[in-house]
């Protein structure tokens, strides 16, 4: 029995039209930026987010990483909130590979809000604290079960980040699932943006890659502190291939996995052992638990019925949909939840 695998949108496996673009992708170095599909993918999602340069990594934290390091400098202080990625996934990377403190804020379903800024803003003349330095957002939000940002709040955080002259990052692992829902053309999105992280690797369906994009100055930097982290790949463009085959083929199939989430949501939600899930946006699902300390029973039962899901804090499950789960695993998922009871 094939295992449905819902744990993360990161085990999807690379799909025979995938395999066959990484095979026949026109190579070379690309330390030295002569990886002609490496340099495609980077033009083509600058281009698509209106900004001057990208660069591709082998992670979203690496991306991240770089993002921040090249906004800040040692001592200062980041905004961002307490359940982001950059700050609670990426082994401390902010306080270790920039030196830098971090403001976090709390905010509905791990999004921040503009008018929380002001207050969590250091005074630059007061030397007793750090400098603020950047804000980082993160759309969909992961720990907010896959919330998306309206654009009305960007524009807000975008106002208040000009005003202060602070750059604004965005962690957008998944963020054509969050352009899926609020339609925002990825040219007027980028506009709120200083920098954006993309991964490619989740629900895109590549088997590596996140993409950096900002400004041609801010990606020549990225670049150096790449290498210097050891992250310069060289005949790159058979993974970068895969990247420009997932953008190309499987952003507009998001849709079905935003469907097969409600689907999953909507039984989930009927059942006497769940309290409530959070209500679904785009591709993830959090079921909240009556008895918290059946979690991990109910993990191991619905894996005994082949149906993998994941821990997501006390009391919490995670199921993410993704390219790797058909409409008959949805059936067959929903049918083998009916009939388990842990009461
Ligand atoms: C997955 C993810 C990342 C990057 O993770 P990597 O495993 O390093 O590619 C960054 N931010 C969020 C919100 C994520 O879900």
Redesign the pocket.
């Known amino acids: 029995m094939k295992a449905i695998d819902f744990r993360s949108d990161?085990v999807t496996l690379p799909t025979e039209g995938m395999k066959e673009a990484m095979l026949n992708a026109p190579l070379g170095d690309d330390v030295f930026s002569e990886d002609p599909t490496v340099n495609r993918l980077e033009s083509h999602l600058a281009e698509c987010f209106g900004k001057e340069a990208a660069l591709f990594c082998a992670?979203?934290?690496?991306t991240?990483q770089l993002a921040i390091m090249g906004h800040t400098s040692p001592g200062g202080e980041v905004i961002c909130h307490v359940e982001s990625?950059v700050y609670k996934?990426e082994g401390g990377g902010i306080g270790r590979n920039s030196h830098c403190s971090v403001k976090l804020l709390n905010g509905n379903r791990g999004r921040i809000e503009a008018h929380q800024l002001a207050d969590a803003l250091n005074n630059p003349l007061d030397v007793h604290l750090p400098m603020t330095q950047l804000v980082s957002i993160?759309d969909t939000a992961?720990r907010g079960g896959g919330a998306v940002y309206d654009l009305n709040e960007i524009a807000k955080i975008r106002t208040f980040c000009d005003a202060h002259k602070l750059p604004l990052h965005l962690?957008g692992?998944?963020v054509y699932n969050a352009l899926a829902v609020n339609k925002c053309p990825p040219l007027n999105y980028g506009k709120y943006y200083d920098s954006i992280?993309i991964?490619l690797?989740?629900g895109l369906g590549a088997p590596v890659g996140?993409v950096l994009i900002g400004t041609k100055e801010f990606i020549q930097k990225a670049r150096r502190n790449r290498k210097v982290m050891g992250g310069g790949m060289r005949q790159a463009g058979m993974l970068a291939a895969a990247g420009l085959y997932a953008l190309e083929n499987h952003v507009e199939r998001l849709q079905e996995d935003h469907l097969h989430a409600r689907a999953l949501e909507t039984c989930l939600h009927e059942q006497p052992w769940i309290d409530y899930c959070l209500p679904v946006e785009t591709n993830i699902v959090v079921a909240v638990l009556k008895e918290p300390n059946s979690r991990d029973t109910v993990i191991a039962t619905l894996a005994n019925k082949g149906i993998r899901c994941m821990a997501f804090g006390p009391g919490m499950l995670r199921f993410v949909t993704h390219l790797g789960i058909s409409s008959s695993d949805i059936d067959q998922t929903v049918e083998a939840i009916k009939t388990s009871t842990f009461m």
């Open positions: 990161t992670s979203g934290t690496l991240n990625h996934y993160e992961n962690d692992a998944r992280s991964c690797s989740k996140s």
